[in-house]
């Protein structure tokens, strides 16, 4: 078994890291520059960083923030918000980030993917996909989540795949802030489909779950906010009972 990932996920908004329920009802969790430090000293094998307001306001992701928590970190950093071109790709990856994660950009201007994998090589590039069920078929949403489509998630995978996206990070938003698990039937038809890492995200509440789509969502790692913002879940101690259970972990 390949290395599991644990990644916490700072969603940022107005310069403060935020979380909520179902993509609403955001609350503040703290400073983003105090988080990343504290994820880092407790062995997080990455970071994310998503600037939830950036799309939504069509303005650019803070690259005076990513500067900032780079400067603070030694592990791989992801960032993503408001990315729509080459350009903003150049300057997040100037400014510290390792990868970039695109979303809306990549729906609305799928050569986008392309573009920047040529530019900077796929394995700096992180596909976002925001789906929900609907009607017993899952459909990626735009904008946070705010938007919705009739892209199918299986498909709207593969092609992302086919552009040269190094990874895909799948949050499924009926399972997104509720502590109730990850979406491991989903997780582990993209594993099957695609030979790229899938990152899981929504739903993350205990421990088990974590195991729980290691082993049948098959995910190569698993991303979370508010159990670790909130000190519900230690990283150390979540890695220390993976590896119990016969998880390959970094420790």
Request: hydrophobic residues 45%; aromatic residues 6%.
């Amino acid at each position: 078994m390949l290395t599991k990932r644990i990644i916490p996920c700072l969603d940022i908004k107005n310069g403060r890291t935020v979380k909520g329920v179902n993509f609403v009802e955001l609350r503040d969790a703290g400073d983003p520059v105090e988080l990343a430090k504290i994820y880092a000293d407790e062995y997080a094998d990455e970071l994310v960083f998503l600037d939830i307001s950036a799309t939504e306001e069509r303005r650019k992701t803070l690259a005076q923030l990513v500067e900032e928590i780079a400067r603070h970190i030694n592990i791989p950093f992801t960032v993503g918000g408001g990315i729509s071109s080459v350009e903003d790709v150049a300057l997040l990856l100037k400014s510290g980030a390792d990868k970039v994660s695109i979303n809306s950009a990549a729906v609305k201007n799928p050569q986008l993917i392309s573009d920047v994998a040529k530019r900077f090589g796929s394995q700096c590039v992180v596909v976002a996909i925001d789906a929900k069920q609907i009607d017993g078929n899952w459909k990626v949403h735009l904008v946070g989540g705010k938007q919705p489509t009739d892209i199918d998630l299986f498909e709207w995978a593969k092609k992302v795949q086919e552009l040269g996206a190094g990874e895909i990070l799948f949050t499924s938003m009926d399972h997104d802030g509720t502590k109730a698990g990850f979406a491991n039937e989903a997780l582990a038809k993209l594993s099957d489909d695609l030979h790229i890492p899938i990152i899981a995200s929504g739903g993350a509440g205990n421990v088990k779950h974590f195991e729980d789509t290691f082993k049948l969502g098959k995910a190569d790692a698993a991303l979370a906010a508010s159990v670790f913002h909130f000190k519900e879940i230690e990283i150390p101690d979540l890695k220390k009972e993976l590896k119990a259970n016969g998880i390959s972990i970094r420790i």
